[in-house]
């Protein structure tokens, strides 16, 4: 017999189970080896439904104080007596967070392939740069990306350049030089042209490529047709090597991180909050900006700030990149949280901060884990945590502010309903589900006497009969409406 721990709802559950020995099998996530001679004798119907009707009769549920921690409350049952077995089961809403994040994360086999793509582009880009390399960055590597995300990589050339490496052995050593340019944007622009230029030419799958130099960032975009990917090629991008490090350590802190950033893009894809499309509507990254400072805010704090995170550094955890301190502590060296509040009454608390937070004078900044005053007149700003100049929302404007914080009010409205958290009826929504359902915003432009242009009415216009559209569906459907949350498309 041996103990198996488990995730289960978010909260630590322990299961005892057998189990054989025999030949094994390397395993494919890095995890425990697969036994492929393992047998098991399946138990008759019967006797599995007379087992079950056992193990019921001598179990019984008891609710955990939020405020109180798993280790304690188990320590104070057990001074009653031996528990033989035990498990902690979360709330309803909790359950559909964690389910979200588990069906929209990106799967083991997709991170390979997406390192295999970057590994493709080398070997182009080795025609001209032999020793570099083409690193992956973003929604692929930073544990916050879902399925059918972009894949965004980075065209690493500092292992060539002589400066940062050790020459090992040999008589002679090779350098590379480029001409001298005006600045190292136009050095970037001319790299990732001839990169871009060699995938076109020699580049097996690859197609649709785009030179977009002229961008803040450079870069190439082509689609990878054998493995389905959108790929982003930039070059001279470490700050946003760094963000995706920082995210990534955010992300191990705390399971409740992942989830509250999955269910929130969730929620905000279905209230068209959010696009694929460019435009003036909330990124995602900026949403997980929004949810880190919100569980930075929370007492005891969930996550640490920034520069709680650089104060913990050591020596070798130093970085600097063009002025911009970079520097955090790795996760490793990061106390777990005391804080015990759930993901039901976090989200509760999200919509709540958010849909009465001064936009109109305050900024986000996870650097400081508090509102600052605003350096300038943007909808929405949230402070770039390492270029602390920089707006990450910049492309945000009032109209799409306005929709944001009119859902936030209305999803948290919804959560304070008696009976929305716990399914009452088999047609009508509850939970998260009744969050995802298309909400009328009729009140959004009333309170506006200015005329807006004419393209900002044309477009809420189309808002709104986009948004009458999905209502009446819903309302027409002869179900009365039900819908299953893994079938919400992001």
């Given at each position: ?5 488990f ?29 492929l ?6 138990k ?5 439904q ?11 549920l ?8 798993e ?18 089961y ?13 069906e ?5 086999e997709n ?22 390399s ?19 990589m ?15 052995g ?14 190292e ?8 042209s ?11 799958g ?69 696009s694929n ?17 919100l569980?930075q805010?929370?007492?005891?704090p ?12 050591e020596?070798?955890?130093k ?23 759930t993901?039901?009454e ?21 650097r ?40 936030a ?15 009452m ?11 995802l ?7 959004g ?16 216009l ?12 819903y ?7 039900r819908r ?6 992001w």
């Amino acid at each position: 017999m041996w103990w198996r721990g488990f995730e289960a709802a978010g909260r630590r559950c322990f299961s005892r189970a057998h189990r054989s020995w025999g030949k094994t099998a390397p395993a494919v996530d890095g995890g425990e080896e697969i036994d492929l001679t393992e047998k098991t004798t399946a138990k008759t119907f019967s006797a599995l439904q007379a087992e079950r009707h056992e193990q019921a009769e001598r179990t019984i549920l008891i609710s955990c104080p939020s405020n109180i921690s798993e280790k304690k409350f188990y320590k104070y049952l057990s001074s009653y007596g031996t528990i033989n077995k035990y498990f902690f089961y979360e709330g309803f809403i909790d359950e559909q967070l964690y389910t979200v994040c588990k069906e929209y994360q990106i799967t083991e086999e997709n991170t390979r392939l997406r390192f295999l793509v970057c590994s493709l582009v080398k070997d182009i880009a080795a025609a001209y740069f032999p020793e570099c390399s083409i690193r992956p960055f973003g929604s692929s590597v930073n544990n916050f990306g879902k399925m059918g995300c972009d894949l965004d990589m980075f065209l690493d050339l500092d292992s060539i350049s002589g400066r940062n490496n050790t020459k090992t052995g040999g008589v002679f050593s090779m350098e590379y030089e480029t001409k001298r340019v005006a600045s190292e944007r136009v050095a970037t622009q001319s790299t990732l042209s001839v990169i871009g230029e060699c995938i076109d030419q020699f580049a097996p799958g690859c197609t649709g490529i785009q030179k977009i130099l002229n961008a803040r960032c450079p870069l190439v975009r082509f689609s990878h047709q054998p493995s389905g990917l959108q790929c982003d090629l930039t070059a001279n991008n470490r700050i946003a090597m760094r963000s995706t490090e920082l995210l990534y350590i955010y992300s191990n802190i705390d399971p409740r991180v992942r989830a509250l950033v999955f269910g929130v893009r969730c929620w905000a894809r279905s209230q068209g909050i959010t696009s694929n499309i460019p435009g003036s509507w909330i990124t995602n990254f900026s949403l997980t900006m929004m949810v880190l400072f919100l569980l930075q805010k929370r007492n005891p704090p969930i996550i640490p700030t920034l520069d709680q995170l650089r104060d913990l550094a050591e020596a070798e955890d130093k970085y600097v990149i063009e002025s911009h301190d970079c520097t955090f502590v790795s996760n490793n060296k990061i106390k777990p949280s005391q804080n015990t509040e759930t993901l039901e009454e976090l989200l509760q608390e999200f919509f709540e901060f958010y849909g009465n937070f001064a936009f109109n004078q305050m900024s986000i900044n996870i650097r400081k884990g508090k509102e600052q005053h605003k350096p300038e007149a943007s909808p929405l700003y949230i402070q770039n945590p390492f270029e602390q100049a920089l707006n990450v929302s910049k492309n945000v404007n009032q109209t799409q502010l306005e929709k944001f914080v009119t859902s936030a009010r209305e999803s948290a409205w919804i959560l304070q309903q008696e009976g929305i958290k716990r399914p009452m009826s088999n047609t009508k929504p509850w939970g998260l589900a009744a969050l995802l359902l298309p909400t009328m915003q009729s009140s959004g432009g009333k309170s506006k006497k200015k005329r807006q242009p004419a393209s900002e009415r044309i477009k809420s216009l189309l808002d709104s009969l986009k948004a009458n559209k999905e209502t009446t569906g819903y309302l027409n459907r002869s179900n009365g409406g039900r819908r299953h949350i893994c079938t919400v498309a992001w």
